[in-house]
Antibody, heavy 116, light 105 residues
Framework: EVQLVESGGGLVQPGESLRLSCIAS????????MTWVRQAPGRGLEWVAN????????YSLDSVKGRFTVSRDNAKNSVYLQMSALRAADTAVYYC?????????WGQGTLVTVSS | IQLTQSPSSLSASVGERVTITCRAS??????VGWYQQRPGTTPKLLIY???TLESGVPSRFSGSGSGTDYTLTITSLQPEDSAIYYC?????????FGGGSKVEI
């Protein structure tokens, strides 16, 4: 079964850092772009960042540039989102998804709450 | 590219035909997809490249459009179609989603 499982979310204070992980099973991520999408509580979907197969290209939302870094370890079949200088506006469920143009499948998400 | 969906919510009966529109702020070059998010679940890919149904998606779902205007149609609404539907453009960065359309039965 093709599956993505995120972890690493939690409650942090503004300005702090957090690293999200996404581990894939049922397929090899080395042949796929991988993407992070977030959803603030009660809100819609927002694309955050993606990374190509060999990590030579990454793209991210302007509001997270310089604060969030997406990376991957194909040997561990995992993708990561390093988040720093977190803001209240970053509070959301963060989903990992396979693909660059359309996204399938999605993980179950991990909740990041930024609050003092 | 900003995506504006309408309506933001609708209520329809089982068996009815439902249409959701997605208007892009500029030509999305047919790089448009649709996702379904049922309450408490993760988004699910329904359609990509305007009209290509993802494997396993019922044929009552269809997509159409070009340029700046795109449409998701459900020809015969079923109880399990109660969800929020999002359009998505992947023509250029930043990739964007519409604000969502909530369908209630």
């Amino acid at each position: 079964e093709v599956q993505l499982v995120e972890s690493g979310g939690g409650l942090v204070q503004p300005g702090e850092s957090l690293r999200l992980s996404c581990i894939a099973s049922g397929f090899n991520i080395s042949t796929h772009y991988m993407t992070w999408v977030r959803q603030a509580p009660g809100r819609g979907l927002e694309w955050v960042a993606n990374i190509n197969q060999d990590a030579t290209e990454t793209y991210s939302l302007d509001s997270v540039k310089g604060r969030f870094t997406v990376s991957r370890d194909n040997a561990k079949n995992s993708v990561y989102l390093q988040m720093s200088a977190l803001r209240a506006a970053d509070t959301a469920v963060y989903y990992c998804a396979r693909g660059v143009r359309w996204f399938d499948p999605w993980g179950q998400g991990t909740l990041v709450t930024v609050s003092s | 590219i900003q995506l504006t969906q309408s309506p933001s919510s609708l209520s329809a009966s089982v068996g009815e035909r439902v249409t959701i529109t997605c208007r892009a702020s500029q030509d999305a070059k047919s790089a448009v997809g649709w996702y379904q998010q049922r309450p408490g679940t993760t988004p699910k890919l329904l359609i990509y490249d305007v009209s290509t149904l993802e494997s396993g998606v019922p044929s009552r779902f269809s997509g159409s459009g070009s340029g700046t205007d795109y449409t998701l149609t459900i020809t015969s609404l079923q109880p399990e179609d109660s969800a929020i539907y999002y359009c998505h453009q992947f023509n250029n960065y930043p990739l964007t989603f519409g604000g969502g359309s909530k369908v209630e039965i």
